[in-house]
């Protein structure tokens, strides 16, 4: 399995940003993308998670009204629209995967947990400032 993010950069204080992870070597629908962010000094917290096989998410409550979280299954790619960027939103965010087929739990109970996705992007930046 690979994960490779695009995206991400610098914006203004309510401007948008647009976070792409390209998902490959998934053989079946059974699994699930979580958006992770890690800030200085901060541990990294889940984003938001969405299952593939039947389009569930899950969400942190800050972000939930601001961000969006999309899987467009033709260029398997999963999008986090991010609007209304505040500069707490600040971090290097990470896509993760796991495999509920295998693993036995998907978005739910794991997408707060980064120790429950095997499989993890390299990383994009987001800086939110004025």
């Known amino acids: 399995v690979q994960l490779v993010e695009s995206g991400g950069g610098s914006a203004q204080p309510g401007g948008s940003l647009r976070l792409s992870c390209a998902v490959s070597?998934?053989?079946?629908?059974?699994?699930?993308i979580g958006w992770f962010r890690e800030a200085p000094g901060k541990d990294r917290e889940g984003v938001f998670c969405i299952s593939i096989g039947d389009g569930r998410t899950y969400s942190l409550d800050s972000v939930k009204d601001r961000f969006t979280i999309s899987n467009d299954n033709a260029k398997n790619e999963v999008l986090l629209e991010m609007n209304d960027l505040k500069p707490e939103d600040t971090a290097v965010y990470y896509c993760?995967?796991?495999?509920?087929?295998?693993?036995?739990?998907?978005?739910?109970?794991?997408?707060?947990?980064?120790?429950?996705?095997?499989?993890w992007g390299q990383g994009a930046q987001v800086t939110v400032s004025s």
């Open positions: 993760a995967a796991l495999d509920y087929y295998y693993q036995g739990y998907g978005c739910y109970g794991a997408w707060e947990h980064s120790e429950k996705f095997p499989y």
């Open positions: 070597g998934f053989t079946h629908d059974d699994y699930a």
